[in-house]
């Protein structure tokens, strides 16, 4: 008993370990390297944010009058077809990246109120490359078979993840300058989903400073593991296809939202919460900092920058949205267009009344501006000057609209409208000359 109770145990225990070992995102990886070839990176990096921040309070708004377009490729790096993932994944993929970075996300009904004053609009939009880097017409998706059978690694290490951004092993990148490469790949190691993706940020960026910051330009990018690209993805992880919204959100700047630290360590961003580490799931409740900051809000788990799964992200805050627009304009200023969105047209406003036309003989109701919830009922009655009812018609809840029905009416006409059964207008009409 004791032996089975031993190797309950320790079969518990590996179990643990190996669940511990999965990282969603490689960029803690990366900034450990970069501060062990290069000491007080980190110490640095938090005193220029500050500055930054400062720079990107300035624009801070909860939508965007302007939209910033960025031209995306998608390398398809596989060894097995489980790995070549279909057209309709990536425009999947893409639908949602757009949808989160305009909060158009039907999901933003999920946003707590607590958080809804900081939600912000990014106002950046993604589409398929049309043409490549040598003028020829492309669909944006680049397909290319590898003898390796995984990228991933144990530590993980990003020179060999890397290696998918190689002719030998994987697709080379197209311009750095002029696209956002992103990288599809198997990145299990030992057969293990360990690192779900991982981003370089901007390089020269304030908040990421040093000569040896980032890796050379054919190296930006996003690299993902094929296992979470794409809605409705058949291999798909709990994060799902909200990584991708998550790495190109460390590709445009932005830190995880605990700041890869404890309470004492922040994201800064004022309208983020400090948390104590990455969160797992989805819990409302938990404030991870409270006991060290009372008087903190709880922990943001809607931030697309956290760790929780895709069912509970739907949110950049306003400064972070702030923050990326001001990388992409500042650091990756040859990556994407710009355009104003046309103003909304002014509704049309017609005068309240019946108005007829006497070359169709069609006769047309105006009910002014009506609330949206109005559920009244309206009805117009047309009589002889002798007041014999001949035509009377049910109208819908619209603002302007032509009555149905009238045919073979010639002359003039008192009308009525009622609302209700109550008369609300009175008039005469000619029909027919």
């Not at 944006?140 to 059978?149: D, K, M, N, W, Y």
């Not at 900092?289 to 895709?310: F, H, K, R, V, W």
Request: with cysteine.
């Amino acid at each position: 008993m004791l032996k089975q109770l031993l190797s309950i145990l320790i079969l518990f225990l590996s179990i643990s370990a190996f669940s511990q070992e999965v990282e969603q995102c490689g960029q803690t990886a990366y900034m450990e390297y970069l501060e062990s070839i290069n000491p007080g990176l980190k110490q640095n990096m938090d005193a220029t944010f500050i500055q930054a921040l400062a720079q990107s309070k300035i624009k801070t708004k909860t939508s965007q009058d302007t939209i910033h377009t960025i031209q995306v490729v998608f390398h398809i790096v596989y060894n097995t077809a489980q790995h070549n993932l279909s057209d309709d994944l990536i425009t999947s993929q893409m639908r949602v990246l757009n949808e989160c970075y305009t909060r158009t996300n039907p999901d933003t009904i999920n946003t707590r109120d607590i958080f809804k004053p900081v939600a912000g609009d990014a106002g950046i939009r993604f589409v398929l490359a049309t043409q490549d880097p040598n003028g020829n017409p492309t669909s944006g998706i680049v397909r290319v078979q590898t003898a390796l059978t995984a990228f991933g690694s144990s530590p993980t290490s990003l020179a060999l993840t890397d290696r998918v951004k190689q002719a030998t092993y994987g697709s080379e990148a197209w311009d750095t300058d002029k696209y956002l490469n992103i990288w599809v790949c198997d990145l299990s190691s030992r057969g293990r989903d360990g690192l779900l993706g991982y981003a370089y940020p901007p390089t020269g960026v304030d908040n990421w400073p040093g000569s040896s910051s980032f890796a050379t330009a054919d190296r930006q990018g996003v690299v993902l593991h094929y296992k979470i690209v794409g809605e409705n993805n058949p291999s798909s992880l709990a994060t799902g296809e909200k990584t991708a919204v998550h790495e190109v959100g460390h590709y445009l700047g932005l830190r995880h939202i605990w700041g890869d630290g404890g309470c004492t360590v922040d994201d800064y961003m004022e309208d983020t919460p400090l948390a104590s580490a990455a969160n797992q799931n989805c819990y409302p409740s938990i404030n991870s900092c409270y006991s060290a900051q009372p008087d903190d809000l709880p922990d943001m788990i809607e931030n697309y920058m956290d760790y929780t799964p895709g069912s509970c992200q739907n949110m950049f805050t306003q400064q972070q949205a702030a923050q990326m627009r001001a990388n992409l304009t500042v650091f990756r200023a040859t990556i994407f267009s710009t355009y104003i969105p046309a103003p909304p047209a002014p509704p049309i406003i017609y005068p309240f009344g019946v108005f007829s036309s006497t070359l169709t003989n069609d006769v047309f109701v105006s009910l002014g501006e009506l609330p949206e919830d109005d559920a009244s009922q309206y009805v117009i009655k047309f009589f002889t000057p002798l007041g014999q009812v001949v035509h009377e018609a049910a109208l819908s809840n619209e603002a302007y609209q032509a009555v149905n029905g009238i045919i073979g009416l010639h002359g003039a006409f008192i009308y009525q409208l009622t609302r209700d059964g109550d008369e609300i207008a009175k008039g005469k009409v000619v029909l027919g000359f």
